[in-house]
């Protein structure tokens, strides 16, 4: 696999946030979800691939844990890979 170029990496990472929606994430989480919370597909790898980072939440599905993005915006983790 041939290595990403710092533009092109910052081009997949613009790509990604537009993807899952980044902006729309909530603030924080609540146990309840939140009225009108999008819901998207994420999973560890693209959190990490957004900046973010992992943490523990017992309310996201099968895999507890969420991403908690650069931003401060939070949005549960799908899968696992």
């Known amino acids: 696999m041939k290595p990403l170029s710092p533009k092109k990496f910052a081009e997949r990472k613009k790509k990604l946030r537009k993807i ?4 729309k994430w909530p603030k924080k989480l609540t146990p309840k ?3 009108g919370q999008i ?8 959190c990490t691939w957004l900046g973010g980072t992992v ?3 017992p309310h996201c599905g099968d ?9 401060g915006r ?8």
Do not use: R
Request: with cysteine.
């Open 33 to 35: 979800g939140q009225p």
């Open 55 to 57: 943490a523990y939440w």
């Open 74 to 81: 939070e949005m549960c983790i799908h899968e696992i890979k």
């Open 39 to 46: 819901v998207v597909e994420l999973t560890v790898s693209e």
């Open 20 to 23: 899952k929606q980044v902006s």
């Open 63 to 71: 895999t507890l844990m969420k991403c908690v993005g650069p931003s």
